[in-house]
């Protein structure tokens, strides 16, 4: 695990974009391919500087295929959409693919949209555009970029939730979030972690507890689930010092 703490968010900006753009190459040129999973929240502000100079015009944005860890089941304009934040604040600036931007299937109920999720990604899995992981036979995305939240969840999995036990399911949904609205799809821990790079990225205030939890000295009995992500090869965590404030 590395630990990254910046100066201030303008600088995380630009060590998380510099970090994208460096795995998004040696992907494309290991594989011919980089599928990036993103989330929502603040983190997509955070990618600002991948649309600008010199990355917006290295990066092969052809090659990327862009998915989500987790989306609340609204229609793609309702401004609660993950969709609609990142392509608001990321993907309509880039040149990727539209026909390589997976995002859920917003006409169906929440347990419809997961299947149907699970179901897009098994076939990408079969057509090698993402990898499939060696040793636990889940889906292997190339880089997941996660948020958490002030209580250390990340993606739609909450501190004492059933769903963070979910061993079988690449997709699962979820009727009663703690945070609003409540009826969501999100990966699974196994997809989590067979990822093969994690990001965290968190900066400001409001997480600041839970940063120290998950990577401070003091061990505590329940794990939040933040400190459950554990990637196949780097877990990268990106802070600014207000969120590292307490370590």
Known sequence: MKVEILDTEEDLAAALAKYIADLSAKFIKERGAFTVVISGGYLIDCLRKLVEPPYVDSVDWSKWHVFWVDERVVPKDHQDSNYKLAYDGFLSKVPILPGNVYAI???????????????????????????????????????????????????????????????????????????????????????????????????????????????????????????????????????????????
């Open 105 to 247: 299937n917003d006409a169906l109920p929440a347990e419809g949209a997961a299947d149907d999720y699970e179901t897009c990604i098994k076939q990408l899995v079969k057509k090698n555009v993402v990898s499939s992981s060696i040793s636990t036979g889940f889906p292997k995305f190339d880089l997941m970029l996660l948020g958490m939240g002030p209580d250390g969840h990340v993606a739609s999995l909450f501190p004492g939730h059933p769903l963070i036990n979910e061993k079988e399911r690449w997709v699962t949904y979820i009727m009663d979030s703690p945070k609003p609205p409540p009826h969501r799809i999100t990966f699974t821990f196994p997809v989590i972690n067979s990822s093969a790079f994690i990001a965290m990225v968190v900066a400001g205030p409001g997480e600041v507890n839970a940063v120290h939890t998950a990577l401070g000295s003091t061990s505590s009995v329940d794990k939040l689930p933040v400190q459950m992500v554990q990637p196949e090869e780097e877990l990268a965590w990106f802070l600014d010092k207000e969120a590292a404030s307490k370590l």
